[in-house]
């Protein structure tokens, strides 16, 4: 832990006020007070920052084109163990550190899931000692900022470095790199060697901006590397000897400066979803040839064996976005190492690892040859090479060609990054135990026969701190009063709760502290849209990103439904209900901002109608990202996981809802059924179709979305209500919904799945007017999510992945 005082920290803050403002504390703005005191803390960590590098450990390195960061602040001051001394000083400055925590920019740099899990991972690696470090794109504009408009999805550019940079970056230009675009290969065989002779390229210059990613307590700090493009500086002069020379007109330096800065210009905006775009492809590219070669520039400072590099450097690919750090690391190995195939193959291998986080194929990566031979013609040349060796290897099985053609990393026109991913590394994890099971058993069935050692399970997890001991301090508090401290750094410790499940006193005060932050969101709600909730009612949310196959649809239907049985029936019996929803759909993804529009339209109208008496709330939170995440997770009674089964490969929102005492309602996909597995059928509810059923229908058929439409009265009144005018202002998107359902046969069994979630939602209703009960379940749901922490997930890629066969590693 970080040792200052207050004295010391009010000078150092004062100081530091007069040397980058050249005033007095009392005339600063907020913007400029959160950067000096943020300047005063890299003050602080400054010196372990650049003492932390351990010569003895294996590095490890986790490539993502995602960080969904979320601001740092507060949990930086945690994890320093300085937050008290920070605010007690600040208050004695009259400064209120939470207006400076709020103050900060959150940074978007990712889209959901996928991105905040890199994020939650750096968070572990440091807090538990292990030297891990990210690599990623500083996006100047990270994801769009969400706003609605007559009920409408409207995109706003995210602009989070207008302060004038980054509050906790530094940037490094005595380290970038370039990267090579374009040109022209030619091998040339000197005394049978080949030499590689890559001329007319454009270079990119790689800027690096380091993060400092701090362990929790233990003083240890590693680093987030965020490249930023640009042209290439003068400095570079002698590296571009064989580069591109026609941009010497005025017009062509603009054309190159363009093509520069574009690169890392903005993140894609899809979740689960593959574009196919040439930049998409320059993205990709550009922070992985930054990244490895920084790893080997390291390295060999270091002066050590280039040929015992997977001894000493671990390189995780977080799906395959960073894949071609399989043809790039060749490319080094072989090119600028001189070394041999084989010989650089088998460190490459043995060098990375690949963890998989979907199966559906809309979102696998394939990119045109042609496309890739063009931007990357070095690169393209070494996939064809790995491409031809394995095929080889694959017909020396006597596979029959089918199954050949299908494992092959080239096919007619594209290349498949997933099986790159897979040939190059040395370990292939999928997400959650059913997801790694449908990899091996369906998905990627044929390389799982092949090489079956090299697969195997890392169920995702969340970084508690966050989630709960910053996000829920008064929760965290509790627990802390019940069972000790110990659990902050072993959440498995969080069992010892349940000797608990019988205090009356404790069952309360957790009722107690969820209608807490049940209020202060309520608060939030009416500030902003103006809407009275009633924190006594049921906070029943659903936040992730808008898809299909998450069915958000799923959920209005029933609020629909719930709507129509309380105006048949005024009388009829259910708790009050506050339905919130948090969600962005990519901006091209035309189905789902129809979904987004068509809750908004339902919310007013059902918000607005007076002879319901206030029983049902709907909600529709713009703008959802970390920072609202923090706010609405810690106020939720109840958890919506209700994807298609097989179709969210694990989901971690379920975890985060689960450790705030949440109770999850959910189909058996996904983490979902691990977190069933843990708290038992009493603390749960579940429905719907099971893997095994969803699997069948898509193979055999067998489901007419239509036919219960036509045989179910409670469907046919919701899903007319799409296209009847009951619902105003949405006929164009009614109608897209409808023949999403009835048309197109309902791919992701919305219908199908209505009755058995509406009885799930009754089950609820009636759980919850039995407070003891419901207090008890929460206990029980938190007392068991020790196991979802990331920690848990890090110490288990450490174990099985990253420093398997390691000294000391048993
Ligand atoms: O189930 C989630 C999973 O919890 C999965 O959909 C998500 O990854 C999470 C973390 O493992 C995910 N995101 C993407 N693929 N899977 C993705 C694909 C392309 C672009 C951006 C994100």
């Not at 440091?126 to 969400?146: C, D, M, P, T, V």
């Not at 509050?167 to 675009?181: C, H, L, Q, S, Y």
Request: hydrophobic share 35%.
């Amino acid at each position: 832990m970080a040792k200052i005082n207050k004295n010391k920290f009010k000078q150092s803050f004062e100081t530091k006020m007069y040397s980058l403002y050249a005033q007095s504390i009392n005339d600063a703005t907020d913007e400029q007070l959160l950067n000096v005191l943020c300047s005063v803390i890299k003050d602080i960590i400054s010196k372990k920052w650049v003492d932390n590098k351990l010569d003895s450990q294996k590095e490890v390195y986790y490539f993502s084109i995602e960080f969904l960061l979320g601001r740092q602040l507060k949990s930086n001051l945690l994890n320093l163990g300085i937050e008290n001394v920070v605010r007690e000083s600040l208050k004695e400055l009259n400064i209120d550190l939470d207006n400076l925590i709020n103050a900060e920019s959150d940074p978007a740099l990712g889209n959901g899931g996928l991105g905040r899990l890199a994020a939650c991972f750096l968070d572990s690696m440091a807090s538990l000692n292990i030297s891990g470090h990210g690599y990623g794109i500083r996006y100047k504009h990270g994801l769009f900022e969400q706003k609605f408009i007559n009920g409408y999805q409207v995109e706003v550019p995210d602009n989070w470095l207008t302060q004038g940079g980054y509050v906790w970056e530094t940037v490094r230009p005595n380290k970038a790199i370039v990267v090579k675009f374009e040109g022209n290969v030619n091998l040339i065989d000197k005394n049978g060697r080949l030499e590689v002779n890559h001329t007319d390229y454009l270079p990119i210059m790689a800027m690096p901006y380091d993060i400092p990613i701090i362990g929790y307590g233990n003083n240890s700090i590693n680093t987030l590397r965020l490249f930023k493009s640009e042209v290439l500086s003068r400095d570079f002069g002698p590296l571009t000897v064989n580069a591109r020379n026609s941009y010497g007109s005025y017009e062509d330096a603009l054309k190159y400066k363009y093509y520069a800065e574009e690169i890392s210009q903005v993140l894609y905006p899809n979740d689960s979803n593959y574009a196919g775009r040439l930049l998409r492809l320059k993205q990709e590219y550009f922070f992985v040839s930054a990244g490895i070669q920084d790893i080997i520039r390291k390295y060999k400072k270091k002066k050590l064996d280039i040929k015992k590099l997977n001894e000493k450097v671990a390189i995780h690919i977080n799906d395959t976005h960073p894949t071609l750090c399989i043809p790039e690391l060749m490319r080094i190995l072989l090119d600028e190492e001189g070394l041999s195939w084989d010989e650089a193959w088998d460190i490459t291998i043995n060098t990375i690892s690949y963890t998989n986080h979907t199966i559906m194929t809309e979102a696998m990566e394939r990119w045109p040859k042609e496309m890739v031979k063009r931007l990357l013609p070095r690169i393209y040349m070494i996939i064809e090479e790995i491409n031809k060796r394995y095929v080889n290897e694959l017909e020396e099985r006597k596979y029959d060609h089918e199954k050949i053609y299908r494992m092959s990393i080239i096919d007619n026109n594209d290349i498949k990054m997933a099986n790159l991913s897979i040939v190059g590394s040395h370990s292939v994890n999928g997400v959650a135990k059913l997801h790694t099971e449908l990899l091996k058993k369906e998905v990627l069935k044929d390389f799982y026969e092949h090489e079956p050692e090299k697969f195997n399970n890392k169920t995702n997890g969340i970084a508690h701190r966050r989630w709960l001991i910053s996000a829920n301090s008064e929760l965290s508090d509790l627990i802390t009063g019940l069972i000790s401290e110990d659990w902050k750094t072993d959440t498995n410790k969080l069992k010892e709760l349940e000797i608990y499940r019988n205090n009356k006193d404790v069952l309360e005060k957790i009722g107690e502290i969820k209608y807490s932050n049940k209020e202060r969101l309520a608060k939030f709600i009416k500030e902003k849209y103006d809407i009275d909730v009633n924190p006594n009612s049921i906070f029943d949310v659903q936040v992730k990103r808008l898809h299909a196959y998450k069915r958000q649809l799923l959920n209005a239907l029933h609020i629909l439904h719930l709507y129509h049985e309380l105006l048949e029936n005024p009388n009829f019996d259910m708790e009050p209900r506050t339905f919130i929803f948090g969600a962005k759909a990519a901006p091209g993804y035309y189905l789902a901002k129809c979904i987004i529009k068509f809750i908004n339209s339902l919310a007013d109208k059902i918000n607005n109608d007076p002879r319901i008496d206030n029983k049902i709330k709907v909600v529709f939170i713009e703008n959802y990202g970390v920072s609202i995440a923090e706010l609405i997770i810690p106020a939720a009674d109840v958890s919506e996981q209700i994807s298609t089964t097989t179709k969210e490969a694990s989901g971690t929102g379920n975890m985060k809802f689960m450790m705030n005492g949440a109770i999850t309602l959910a189909t058996l996909d996904g983490a979902n059924i691990e977190i069933f597995d843990q708290v038992g059928k009493d603390n749960i509810v579940i429905f719907g179709l099971s893997a095994n059923e969803v699997l069948n229908y898509n193979k055999f058929g067998g489901y007419s979305a239509l036919d219960l439409y036509n045989s179910n009265r409670n469907i046919k009144r919701v899903v007319d209500d799409l296209i009847n005018g009951f619902i105003p202002n949405m006929e164009k998107e009614g109608r897209e919904i409808y023949d999403s359902l009835i048309t197109y046969n309902d791919e992701y069994f919305v219908l199908r799945d209505i009755e058995n979630y509406i009885e799930a939602q009754e089950k609820i209703d009636k759980l919850y007017k039995n407070k003891d009960k419901w207090n008890e379940m929460a206990l029980i749901n938190i007392a068991n999510s020790g196991v979802f922490s990331s920690d848990r997930t890090i110490a288990e890629y450490a174990h099985d992945i990253w420093f398997k066969g390691c000294e000391g590693n048993e």
